[in-house]
T-cell receptor, first 113, second 114 residues
Framework: AQTVTQSQPEMSVQEAETVTLSCTYD???????LFWYKQPPSRQMILVIR??????QNATENRFSVNFQKAAKSFSLKISDSQLGDAAMYFC??????????FGQGTTLQVKP | SAVISQKPSRDICQRGTSLTIQCQVD?????MFWYRQQPGQSLTLIAT?????????ESGFVIDKFPISRPNLTFSTLTVSNMSPEDSSIYLC???????????FGEGSRLTVL
């Protein structure tokens, strides 16, 4: 069975600084997808970024980028120029052959002004 | 993209009663799922809602407790049966086109069981 692990329950960053959230996963599948979702207090899950496992190039979406290390089964999220609106709970998630999303435990990000 | 609406957004229920949560998607989606989330915790998959057939449940979840229907490609319901305080949680509906596609989520239904 696939598992996703986020070892940082809470992180904090100063506004305008950079922060990296960690995620590791375990799978025996060779073809899969990895995601980072953001959940603000409103509870709405928002897709931040997606990575296809077959792509070596790391995905980037504006201030958000990932460091995907397939051999190490690591998938970290880097947030540059942090903004107050980035404060939320961030979930790393795995999607394999079944199309189901398996989530990590989540990391609560605090942004300090 | 898809917009997912859930009803009710929140409810307070008495022990022993049942509540049905509705999930409506504004476009046809291949796959629909139901998740449970304790406040401040991660999302746990309850089941895959299959159109026109019985849902596929994850370990620890059974049909008698969480019956699910999906009559078409845009609508699903989750019933939480014979509720106890341990069922107090947020229940989220999600939908998408399957592999590689984004899963869209509703805003969740917060249930409190007294």
């Amino acid at each position: 069975a696939q598992t996703v692990t986020q070892s940082q329950p809470e992180m904090s960053v100063q506004e305008a600084e950079t922060v990296t959230l960690s995620c590791t996963y375990d799978t025996s599948e060779s073809d899969y997808y990895l995601f980072w979702y953001k959940q603000p207090p409103s509870r709405q899950m928002i897709l931040v970024i997606r990575q296809e496992a077959y792509k070596q190039q790391n995905a980037t979406e504006n201030r958000f980028s990932v460091n995907f290390q397939k051999a190490a089964k690591s998938f970290s999220l880097k947030i540059s120029d942090s903004q107050l609106g980035d404060a939320a709970m961030y979930f790393c998630a795995y999607m394999g052959n079944t199309g189901k999303l398996i989530f990590g435990q989540g990391t609560t990000l605090q942004v300090k002004p | 993209s898809a917009v997912i609406s859930q009803k009710p957004s929140r409810d307070i229920c008495q022990r022993g009663t049942s509540l049905t949560i509705q999930c409506q998607v504004d476009s046809q989606v291949t796959m629909m799922f139901w998740y449970r989330q304790q406040p401040g915790q991660s999302l746990t998959l309850i089941a895959t809602a299959n159109q026109g057939s019985e849902a596929t449940y994850e370990s620890g979840f059974v049909i008698d407790k969480f019956p699910i229907s999906r009559p078409n490609l845009t609508f699903s319901t989750l019933t939480v049966s014979n509720m106890s305080p341990e069922d107090s949680s947020i229940y989220l509906c999600s939908g998408g086109q399957g592999r590689a596609g984004e899963l869209f989520f509703g805003e969740g239904s917060r249930l409190t069981v007294l």
